[in-house]
């Protein structure tokens, strides 16, 4: 009896030859509609899957290969005298291998189509017949992965394919359906947190397995969401060695926060904050920021008329951490600044785009990653592996709740600026966290504490060294959280702070705006906390 196959495919690379070798080698091949057309036209002899249940195709093609004719096909156990029985009362052929892959869901849904249209992309028939055949895989080979034809040809040159093959060919099915199922209930789900979290994730492309995590003896591997891959997933390398896992945290960070400041269309962090609470000398007249950072924290990040001056501003907050850092811009990255960056031992240089002579020049450094990166950041959620589980948390996208200023003393425009501009930068350093701000520049940034008041002095101590080079003292001090005790405000004060931009909200704020008014400094209350564990 000639054995048979059902073809369907979506992607039709490496079908033909598949096809072409079953054919010449006594199988019977099923199909149906584009692909059956494809295959026929290429002069390989197919047999309609109509033909073989006996009903025609209906419903604009919805129901085609869902009849007990082909899933009794896949999933009867030839090993079992019964089910052999069965299929011969029933006349029911075995079907021996299936070649499916699935409607292109995870790109129309990035394609931004209507819910409607969406909707027609879910594929009904194509999971079923791969989840029938994977089930019954010690007797039914089953591909959806066209790097997987010519092992499978192999192996059928060679007698048959291998049980431990098929049994891997069927892990796949599972972990593509389960992807692309994961995928369809995050796009129709409306529940923020809904009772189970659905998780569609594909190896990166371009990426993909890593040479080592964390550390070497880690292995580790980039995954981006199917739906929605994000600036990561959208990111193109120029030039460089290979991303490493360290490499990819900290990229992620630096873009995050460059954009913080604004990318194209996309808004700067709590604008509509801003706007709506009327804040006065609120924006910025600069738009372009530069973010160096090392070990996943900022160790400089600054605004300037043109992105020269954000990258020097950049480096001289901390010109000894710099050093094996990652440096991201938000603004197309000139040849001036290029050259500036080329001066410094970086590991990555990140922009939405570059002038041809940037690029040239960043390339004359061998090793240096050149990263484009189109997008801002779209990710809704964030997610912490612990054991056993995922914590799941939306992402910080909240600048203000309020602009309460809480002292006898009022804040000067400048200060503002640098206020909102320290908000928005101490957003992305480790808890506790304090940054000083001068001229939308940090001038000295500490994080990481167990306590607030050493991340203070680390901050001030550090702003000292910037500040004596020259362009007179810092006047701004923010923090991620709350004051505990009025330490923070008399520390700053004997630095010469002028101006603190705080959340508020601990027992003891009373204590710290009377610190404030007997120095003279400004404080205002935001009411968000900014956090980063």
């Not at 096809?19 to 099923?30: F, H, K, P, R, V």
């Not at 019964?82 to 029933?90: W, Y």
């Not at 980039?222 to 290979?242: D, F, I, R, W």
């Not at 004051?483 to 002028?498: C, K, L």
Request: hydrophobic content about 45%; proline content about 5%; overall charge neutral.
């Amino acid at each position: 009896m000639k054995r048979r196959a059902l073809v369907s495919v979506f992607y039709k690379d490496g079908i033909l030859e598949l096809a072409s070798y079953l054919a010449g080698t006594d199988w019977e091949i099923l199909s149906t509609g584009g692909t059956a057309k494809y295959l026929q036209e290429n002069g390989v002899l197919v047999t309609d899957v109509s033909a073989v249940t006996g009903f025609p195709e209906c419903l604009d093609g919805r129901v085609k290969t869902l009849h007990p004719a082909i899933h009794g096909g896949l999933l009867a156990r030839r090993d079992l005298p019964s089910h052999r029985e069965t299929l011969d009362k029933l006349g029911i052929i075995p079907i021996d291998l299936v070649c499916v892959n699935l409607y292109p869901f995870f790109e129309k849904v990035q394609a931004g189509l209507s819910l409607e249209e969406t909707v027609e992309f879910i594929d009904i028939g194509g999971p079923a017949m791969l989840r029938s055949a994977a089930k019954n895989y010690r007797d039914v080979i089953v591909l959806t992965d066209s790097a997987d034809y010519a092992e499978a040809m192999a192996g059928l040159k060679a007698g048959t394919a291998a049980p431990e093959f098929r049994k891997r060919l069927a892990g796949k099915v599972f972990d593509l359906t389960a992807a692309y199922d994961a995928a369809i209930a995050r796009y129709l789900l409306d529940e923020e947190y809904p009772a189970y979290w659905p998780l569609s994730l594909k190896k990166a492309p371009r990426i993909g397995s890593l040479r080592y995590g964390e550390n070497s003896h880690q292995s580790a591997a980039l995954y981006v969401h199917t739906g929605c891959p994000g600036a990561l997933g959208n990111m193109e390398q120029l030039h460089g060695k290979e991303l490493g896992y360290n490499n990819i945290r900290d990229l992620d960070l630096a873009w995050k926060a460059a954009c913080a400041f604004g990318l194209s269309a996309a808004a700067p962090l709590g604008a509509g904050d801003i706007e709506a609470l009327g804040i006065a000398t609120a924006a910025s007249v600069r738009r372009a920021c530069c973010v160096a950072v090392k070990h996943n924290t900022p160790c400089g990040i600054a605004l300037g008329a043109d992105l020269a001056e954000a990258c020097a501003k950049t480096c001289a907050c901390d010109p000894v951490s710099i050093f094996g850092g990652i440096v991201a811009v938000n603004v197309t990255l000139d040849k001036k600044t290029a050259e500036r960056l080329g001066e410094l031992f970086l590991e990555i240089v990140a922009a939405p785009d570059f002038d041809p002579e940037a690029l040239e020049a960043l390339k004359k450094k061998k090793n240096l990653r050149i990263i484009k990166a189109p997008r801002p950041p779209l990710e809704r959620h964030e997610y912490i592996a612990v054991d056993g589980g995922l914590l799941v948390q939306e992402t910080d996208r909240k600048l203000f709740e309020k602009w309460e200023i809480v002292s006898k003393a009022q804040p000067e425009p400048q200060d503002i600026r640098d206020m909102i501009f320290g908000m928005r930068a101490v957003a992305f350093v480790k808890s506790n966290a304090i940054i000083i701000v001068r001229d939308e520049a940090a001038v000295g940034i500490g994080g990481g504490q167990v306590n607030r008041i050493w991340p203070t002095e680390q901050a001030l101590a550090r702003s000292a060294g910037v500040c004596g080079a020259g362009g007179g003292p810092a006047r701004v001090l923010a923090s991620d959280a709350f004051f505990p005790f009025p330490d923070v405000v008399e520390t700053a004060a004997a630095a010469g702070i002028r101006a603190i931009v705080q959340p508020g909200g601990s027992v003891n704020d009373k204590l710290s705006i009377e610190a404030c008014d007997k120095h003279g400094i400004a404080m205002v209350f935001t009411g968000t906390r900014h956090f980063k564990h």
